[in-house]
């Protein structure tokens, strides 16, 4: 399972007229309601992986799968959940995939049923050896890997021919 999501940077030309400064609008188009903006590229930079979180965690509010990421187009960078994140949704994904209810996983990993709700709240952050070991008790195991940071800054235009 992967957690990475395609995310599209534009300069908002709204605000721009609107109000003589640069401001930039940032939206996840794989993941509903994830969308947020700044006054300038280092400040969206710096909130989109909590955007990309917040929206996801929306979908375990409603019991629902998470979205499948799609290929970033042109001009997208990827941006992923924390690795602690990742694990919480993969957790969530294992229970919805093999029809598995906290209470049930309360009592194969041996904790009470509302500490087992807990794992997939990632504003109540689990664990790390609780969330391996329900995700062992499903069949699964977290696999880190390293990829080159992506952040979105705008095309330069190129130098004019001399």
């Known amino acids: 399972m992967s957690f990475a999501y395609p995310c599209a940077v534009e300069l908002d030309e709204e605000h721009l ?9 940032a939206t996840f188009p794989d993941v509903h309601g994830a969308h947020t903006g700044g006054d300038s590229l280092e400040e969206v930079n710096g909130r989109l992986r909590d955007c990309l979180e ?25 941006v992923s959940v924390s690795p602690a994140v990742a694990a919480q949704f993969a957790l969530h994904e294992a229970m919805l995939a093999q029809g598995i209810t ?13 500490r087992a709700l807990r794992l997939t709240d990632i504003f109540r952050p689990a664990k790390s050896d609780e969330v391996q070991r329900a995700l062992a ?26």
């Open 102 to 114: 906290a209470a049930e996983l309360a009592h194969r990993i041996g904790m009470r049923p509302s």
């Open 54 to 78: 917040t929206a996801l965690s929306f979908c375990i509010d409603d019991n629902e799968s998470l979205p499948e990421p799609s290929e970033p187009e042109p001009g997208q960078v990827l």
């Open 137 to 162: 008790a499903l069949g699964l195991q977290m696999i880190s890997e390293a990829a080159p940071l992506q952040q979105w800054a705008p095309a330069t235009e190129p130098a004019p021919a001399a």
């Open 17 to 25: 007229r609107d109000t003589g400064r640069e401001g930039y609008y």
